[in-house]
């Protein structure tokens, strides 16, 4: 942001002086409020954090370039994604992160671990609400990514593990993507060898899912 902006305007008459320089300061004003950076906080798991390839492949960081090339304003990607992380563990570093970065965008990516150990449902759902009301109490606009577990796990259960997602994204009024994992799941060719964790060819797939939606809480 530049510290100072200077105007050259034309001799005008004095009567019309003070609506032209209200103007000019608007404008200006305008300009530096519109170059004004925005961050973007990711607080995810493996799947942000790019388990098994090259970080710079993986989503959060596809994320920060497609920015830049769109040209959609200066954004600042914050990658506070960490491997093995549960919506507990998140919660629990969420404060901390708020303080210190202060972001304009929280995009929460969490419960795929909660779901493969297990955790009941409820608990997850409470994490969530929880996450998402200090997001919103620091004046962050908040994006839930919402996940799906294996029907292994059993219908009652991955039903009321997917319905968790939908719940605290109704309740707390905040953009959501269904399923962040939509096209990437159950594709061999986009899932590395331990059936889990996507490609960078999938990691694209899942940027292509959710972009549309951080663009429209960004605008």
Same mark, same amino acid.
């Given at each position: ?35 004004? %950076? ?9 799947? =942000? ?38 919506? =507990? ?19 929460? *990516?969490?419960? /795929?671990? #909660?779901?493969?150990? /297990? ?18 109490? =620091?004046? %962050? ?21 997917? #319905? ?17 994992? *939509?096209?990437? %799941?159950?594709?061999? #060719?986009?899932?590395?060898? #331990? ?25």
């Amino acid at each position: 942001m530049p510290s100072s902006i200077s105007v050259n305007t034309p001799t005008i008459a004095p009567n019309h002086l003070s609506k032209r320089w209200i103007l000019l300061t608007l404008l200006a004003l305008g300009s530096i409020q519109g170059a004004e %950076a925005k961050s973007i906080l990711v607080v995810g798991d493996s799947l =942000s954090a790019g388990y098994g390839i090259d970080p710079q492949l993986g989503w959060v960081h596809r994320l920060q370039n497609r920015l830049d090339q769109a040209q959609q304003g200066q954004h600042q990607v914050i990658n506070a994604s960490v491997s093995g992380e549960t919506s =507990s563990g998140g919660l629990a570093r969420l404060p901390k992160l708020l303080a210190t970065y202060r972001p304009d965008v929280v995009i929460i *990516e969490l419960g /795929g671990n #909660d779901g493969l150990r /297990g955790q009941p449902p409820a608990i997850l759902q409470a994490n969530l609400t929880r996450m998402v009301s200090l997001s919103q109490a =620091s004046k %962050a606009k908040v994006v839930l990514m919402g996940m799906r577990i294996p029907p292994s796990y059993g219908t009652a259960y991955s039903t009321a593990f997917s #319905d968790s997602f939908k719940t605290v994204a109704t309740v707390q009024n905040v953009a959501f993507v269904p399923f962040f994992l *939509e096209g990437v %799941a159950g594709h061999a #060719d986009l899932i590395q060898a #331990d059936g889990i964790h996507p490609k960078a060819s999938g990691q694209q797939r899942m940027l292509d899912n959710t972009y549309p939606t951080i663009l429209k809480v960004l605008k």
